[in-house]
């Protein structure tokens, strides 16, 4: 019998029907439905990884080396899957002890069985105490100091590396020819600036967390601010150093390789942490919050913008542990509102940005796509196949409500009772309702 038909009539008990693909083997074989995605197992390593890493981890690891692929629009051929997952109700599925020791027989008899293979190398390898500053650094440097010209490859020219705020046309539709990316990332910069009241010339600006700078230059620069940005990226301080030295901003902008926990040059007027949270951990939560709260002068606006998940995997799930940002956690934005004010803060907005993040990853993964040739010769063919398995799932994760991302608003109460944001007496904020955009 063929490897594809072996690896059929194995499968069935678990999947409960035919195979959600069109499955093609390493003996050239074939099985499963022809109007389904075309997957292909280049080597029974691909079986051997699933083996000992069942579920997505194991398949990511096959995918990113090569030894699995998918023919066609990964994208759509990931949504069928999870379709059918959700339709035969598949994450219920135990396999019985009989159907485990086919699979077995099967992969023994495929010439899958074996020691555990290495890791890809572009998995992760970080070491040392779960959050301590030297194991931080290093999940960081995994992830932001791939290299600069890579991420510009990707980016705006902004170098915005969190969700966008469309406020205009949805992406793909006939609306929104002179509205793209770049707008929708210039939208939400000024949506930050003016959220925490920025506005007077001078006023103290932390950005904890300020990635390639473009909330840092454009709060200067727009906004007249005195910004303190910091990171813990080496490659990220470079990168801003040589842009604030561009636009001689040398004078209005610092940028410090610094952790949340080493400030101590507080206060400041306004306070913003864009998608950083999601490092500092569980533990060390209340810690980065309270870390918030005494950088911030009474009265100031202190803004955060974080991805939020439930479910067992805080992380984001085992390929993004792995392969992306080790340690990451996320959590329901109720919990993150309660560490907010246990911190002192008082929560004034909460502004759920879901739908963004789908257009906004869609518009980074079409730049990915058309430069792909550009992406393999610069990181190579493994790091693109991460990255390209990166942004399909996770805008799917967003499209499909598994992860979210909220803009928290709070301010500093001020000594005299009542909380301000710049001197406002209230926030006014000219935006497009986010129902209007679909």
Same mark, same amino acid.
């Given at each position: ?33 022809? +109007? ?41 051929? =990931? ?46 390898? @970080? ?131 610094? +952790? ?31 870390? =918030? ?95 390209? =398995? ?14 979210? @991302?909220?803009?928290? =608003? ?29």
């Amino acid at each position: 019998m063929t490897v594809a038909a072996e690896l059929e009539r194995a499968l069935r008990p678990l999947v409960r029907g035919e195979l959600p693909v069109h499955l093609t083997g390493w003996d050239g074989s074939v099985a499963g439905p022809v +109007d389904a995605p075309r997957v292909v197992l280049r080597s029974p390593n691909a079986l051997r990884r699933i083996l000992w890493s069942p579920g997505e981890l194991g398949a990511a690891q096959a995918y990113v080396t090569g030894e699995l692929d998918v023919e066609g629009d990964l994208d759509a051929a =990931l949504k069928h899957v999870w379709q059918v997952v959700h339709d035969r109700q598949l994450s219920a599925v135990r396999p019985r002890p009989a159907t485990i020791a086919r699979l077995v027989r099967v992969a023994r008899k495929l010439g899958a069985i074996g020691r555990p293979l290495p890791a890809p190398a572009t998995q992760s390898n @970080v070491r040392g105490r779960l959050h301590s500053m030297l194991r931080d650094r290093a999940v960081i440097s995994h992830h932001y100091d791939l290299s600069n010209d890579f991420y510009a490859m990707i980016l705006d020219p902004q170098m915005a590396y969190s969700c966008a705020y469309f406020t205009r046309g949805v992406p793909g539709t006939p609306d929104d020819a002179d509205y793209g990316i770049v707008d929708a990332q210039r939208d939400k910069l000024d949506l930050v600036c003016r959220k925490v009241g920025l506005g007077r010339p001078g006023m103290r600006f932390l950005d904890v967390g300020c990635g390639w700078g473009s909330l840092s230059l454009h709060a200067a620069e727009h906004f007249g601010a005195q910004v303190v940005g910091i990171t813990i990226s080496a490659e990220q301080k470079k990168f801003i150093d040589a842009r604030i030295a561009e636009r001689g901003l040398a004078d209005r902008v610092e940028i410090r390789l610094q +952790d949340y926990r080493e400030i101590t040059d507080g206060p400041f007027d306004a306070v913003a942490s864009l998608e950083m949270g999601e490092h500092v951990g569980e533990k060390n939560y209340a810690v980065y919050a309270q870390a =918030l709260f005494d950088n911030a002068a009474p009265g100031a606006g202190v803004l955060i913008q974080q991805m939020s998940r439930s479910g067992k995997h805080p992380g984001g799930g085992p390929f993004i542990e792995s392969f992306i940002v080790p340690d990451m956690t996320m959590r329901p934005v109720g919990e993150t509102v309660n560490y907010l004010e246990r911190a002192g803060l008082e929560v004034r907005d909460v502004q759920a940005m879901r739908e963004h993040y789908v257009w906004t990853v869609e518009a980074w993964l079409q730049t990915f796509e058309s430069r792909w040739d550009d992406v393999v010769s610069m990181v190579g063919a493994e790091m693109a196949r991460v990255w390209r =398995l990166y942004l399909v799932g996770g805008g799917l994760s967003f499209e499909q409500g598994r992860m979210g @991302v909220d803009q928290i =608003l709070s301010v500093k109460p001020s000594s005299v009772g009542a909380a301000s944001l710049g001197g406002r007496a209230s926030l006014r904020v000219s935006t497009v309702p986010t129902a209007a955009l679909r």
